[in-house]
């Protein structure tokens, strides 16, 4: 079974989500009709467009049941989209998994033109969409920096001269509650308006023993307001004005050890809060497993009560185009975009994966993301049309802030492992439950460390891109992009006061003394004594216990309360400058009537492309170490590609190829910094080839009939990737390199496919139209460190998630008129169990923390269009 879906799909798949009905509802088409997109910033028919691209229209996201841009992930090839924590989009095997402000998206996502620039705004909800465009592959000479996997472009419906609305109303499983509404109201003869509303609201389907809740709720709004004016025959203004606020509770995971040599578990024979027998330290490990699917149950987990697993996200963003026909064939185009947004304190990882606070990561302060932008915009064509360009410049500037705060609580370790870590060997546990000596204190650095990232970014660039007609058949694009990258990064780092530490736990317990060790500690404490205590008494009062009790989180703000050391921050500034000319060149021909005549093709067009793209470098906070230079990331690709339309327009074929080298890759690793504090970090992992193949269908069979599927398949491979061994690091500071060349890239399958089927036949009450889509992706790796593809290897369940299928179902009546809909839906009716937000850490923390995805939902929804 583990090839058989994507071998019996790979033969068809679907650029182009058409409606089985005409724009009269009541009619149904029987050939697939023209469809224009955008993706090279004019008006073009998708079958000439020399790229890989699927456009949907706003009937096809709501015939499909895509309420979100996350949805896409199910029917679109080589695109995944992993909701949570980050917010991960990936197209082709390229994406970012961590979501920090400093860090940039490898997915463009564009609103109206708007680039929209963080990750956390991108999922939007398809609310007012006229279409959507996924664009595969680099797109780095119109849409600039941090396209390298591609990019998504939203189109909104807009103000128009007829009176008209929709309401949509909905309820479903798990408390689902939504409504949706848009009216155009034209005021003028030459302005016009349009507004549109979206709510919803679920409770969640992961249930949370912790504080008898559900994760994976949602509770959000969002309005839209738009006008166009039409200041003369040659001059348009148009206006957007979107205003979102959304909470809801983080998705929670379950937890499984997977490595016992990590340094948290065996490693560095430490015992935990709760550990009462030197020679075995169990704690840390039961922690993990009370939370694992085995012992909670299904769609069960145990985090304890932690009030930052709630999110908040508010953003505001007005947008401003300006039309201007200013000569026949030219057209000069101004977009302006201004957007804020605001995340209050959110947990970003539960290292430990219980309900223990044993190791945590948090943004305990509330992040402000401001961005501006503006393009000018050129458009022409000259010789009688057969040169057709686009120019122009664009520039943006970005303000983002974030706090970032790592608990490593306070650790036990028994004075004969000490006396060997302090030698630079691997400790081992005490052959004794009551050992010799019980040590409490910041064994790993600082037990709450805080960093406060302020990032100003300013880019500038300048594009060109333009295509000739050689011949009525044959046109050969060329284009280039200067762009310029201005960073100035600042960060402010606090580590936990030790003074006060120590005073309010020896006021606690006075058997709790400062430790003075008979010789150095190494590097894994920083080699400092400071934050380290004898324990007179025994091992069997568990006196890890008794110290973190001093200082559990009493305030209920979600931190444990160690007093931060505020008269002595570090201060670390960095000023970065990055270029980089990013060139195309494109080659299609498309075939005409005469070259078709007595072939089974109505339309048939071939492509070479090649394309770079690149992702802007950044400043990397490595904790007490201050800040350090990451290089940009770089994409090449070269691309073949066939579209064709056949058996009289009632089936239209796409298929790509391609070969991407990859270089500079910015991938997420753990490090250690010169205290001793473990740290998630970016480096550049070196250089890596991505080939792969596309191939999509659309079909009409016979008039109210649709087929569409998808496949694609990516192989990645590193062809360079150094890292260091973090033990060696922890233990004796010796940089001792790693080769993980042979890892497979994290976070996105290989394969995937989907398939379609849609019918719509008239009866004596009105029109049904039933559906299924079965949606298919392969295995995924989740690992983050170097030993997780060596577990993945062994048992991909460790630090991966299996192959999947989804099943959907959907039945849609509409009466004759056109005006009501009713639409009941099954998502996931099979009830699959299919991991899509987790990470694995093997080396360190030694946790595997799944997320899954939706359960079995249904619903039914109810529109009037007015």
């Known amino acids: 079974m583990r090839r058989l879906v994507p071998a019996v799909l790979c033969f068809l798949a679907t650029p182009v989500w058409v409606s089985a009905q005409s724009e009269d509802r009541n009619v149904v088409r029987d050939i697939i009709e023209e469809v224009v997109v955008t993706a090279r910033k004019r008006e073009e028919n998708i079958q000439e467009t020399p790229l890989a691209v699927t456009a949907l229209s706003g009937d096809d996201l709501r015939e499909a049941g895509i309420d979100n841009v996350a949805d896409l992930s199910k029917s679109v090839p080589s695109l995944q989209i992993n909701k949570g924590q980050g917010n991960q989009i990936y197209i082709r095997g390229i994406g970012e998994r961590t979501g920090f402000v400093r860090v940039d998206p490898t997915v463009g996502v564009y609103l109206d033109g708007l680039f929209l620039p963080r990750a956390d705004g991108q999922l939007l909800d398809t609310v007012d969409v006229e279409s959507l465009q996924v664009l595969r592959g680099p797109q780095g000479t119109l849409f600039g920096k941090n396209t390298t996997g591609g990019a998504l472009v939203l189109t909104l419906a807009k103000p128009h001269e007829e009176f008209e609305g929709y309401v949509e109303a909905g309820l479903g499983s798990y408390e689902t509650r939504k409504l949706r509404a848009g009216v155009n109201l034209p005021v003028t003869d030459t302005f016009f308006t349009r507004i549109a509303f979206n709510g919803v609201y679920n409770e969640g389907f992961m249930k949370d023993v ?157 992040s402000i993301r401001r961005s501006y932008s503006l393009e000018l915009q050129l458009n022409g064509s000259a010789l009688d049309n057969r040169l057709n360009f686009t120019t122009g410049l664009f520039a943006a500037a970005e303000r983002n802030t974030e706090t970032f705060t790592l608990l490593t609580n306070l650790i036990g370790i028994d004075n004969s492992s000490l006396l060997q870590l302090g030698a630079g060997q691997d400790p081992t546990r005490p052959s004794s439950p009551l050992g010799t000596a019980p040590v409490v204190g910041a064994l790993t650095g600082d037990p709450l460390l805080q960093s406060d990232f302020e990032l100003d970014n300013a880019t500038y660039a300048a594009f060109v891109q333009a295509s000739y007609d050689l011949t009525e058949s044959l046109q050969l694009t060329l284009g280039v992009r200067y762009t310029e990258e201005i960073r100035k990064s600042e960060l402010k780092v606090i580590g936990t006061d030790l003074q006060d530490l120590s005073a309010r736990l020896q006021a606690a317990d006075p058997r709790f003394t400062p430790l003075t060790p008979p010789g150095p500690l190494g590097p894994l404490a920083g080699g400092q004594t400071d934050g380290l205590f004898s324990f007179s008494g025994s091992w069997l009062e568990d006196p890890v216990g008794i110290a973190t009790e001093v200082f559990r989180d009493r305030n209920g703000d979600g931190i444990v309360d160690y007093k931060m050391d505020t008269d002595n921050p570090s201060f670390f500034e960095a000023d970065e400058r990055f270029t980089q000319v990013t060139p195309m060149l494109s080659l299609s021909y498309v075939f005409d009537e005469y070259q078709l005549e007595n072939t089974p093709f109505d339309a048939l067009t071939s492509y070479f492309t090649y394309s770079d793209g690149f992702k802007s470098g950044f400043s990397e906070p490595r904790g007490v170490d201050g800040l350090a230079r990451i290089e940009p990331e770089e994409v090449s690709n070269l691309e073949l590609g066939l579209k064709m339309d056949l058996l009289d327009r009632r089936m239209r074929l796409n298929m790509a190829t391609y070969n991407m080298g990859y270089q500079n890759i910015q991938l997420v690793t753990v490090s250690q910094d010169s205290a001793g504090n473990l740290i998630v970090v970016f480096t550049n992992a070196g250089e890596a080839t991505i080939r792969g193949s596309e191939m999509e269908l659309s079909w009409l069979p016979f008039p109210g009939a649709l087929v569409t599927l998808n496949y694609s398949n990516n192989n990645y491979f590193y062809s360079e990737f150094d890292d260091t061994n973090l033990k060696e690091l922890a233990l004796r500071n010796n940089v001792v390199p790693v080769d993980r060349s042979g890892e497979p890239f994290p976070a996105s399958p290989e394969e995937s496919a989907s398939l379609g089927l849609q019918m719509s036949f008239p009866t004596a009450i009105g029109i049904l139209t039933p559906r299924l889509d079965i949606s298919y992706k392969g295995d995924v790796f989740f690992g983050l460190d170097a030993t997780s593809a060596e577990i993945y290897r062994e048992d991909d369940d460790k630090s991966g998630a299996d192959e999947y299928v989804l099943v959907d179902l959907r039945l849609t009546w509409q009466n004759d008129a056109g005006d009501w809909r009713v639409t009941a839906y099954g998502t996931n009716i099979l009830d699959e169990r299919y991991i899509n937000s987790t990470v694995a850490v093997t080396d360190s923390i030694g946790t595997f923390n799944q997320g899954y995805g939706n359960p079995r939902v249904y619903g039914v929804d109810v529109t009037w269009a007015f």
Not at 255 to 261: G, H, L, P, Y
Not at 333 to 357: F, M, S
């Open 210 to 366: 912790g504080d008898d809740s559900r994760s994976n709720s949602e509770e959000g709004l969002s309005a839209l307001f738009q006008t166009r004016w039409d200041a003369s025959a040659t001059l348009t203004q148009e206006n957007l004005l979107f205003i979102g606020d959304s909470s809801g509770k983080l998705t929670n995971t379950n937890c499984n050890i997977v490595r016992d040599e990590a340094l948290f578990v065996d490693g560095l024979a430490l015992l935990w809060a709760g550990d009462t027998d030197a020679s075995e330290g169990r704690a840390y490990r039961e922690n993990c497993e009370s939370n694992s699917r085995e012992r909670q149950g299904d769609l069960t987990a145990d985090k304890g009560p932690n009030p930052m697993l709630e999110q908040n996200f508010e953003s505001v963003l007005f947008g401003s185009t300006t039309t201007w026909d200013f000569a026949e064939n030219y057209t000069l185009k101004a977009i302006l975009g201004v957007r804020r947004a605001k995340e209050g304190p959110i947990q970003t990882a539960d290292n430990d994966g219980g309900p223990a606070e044993y190791s945590e990561a948090y943004n305990n302060e509330d």
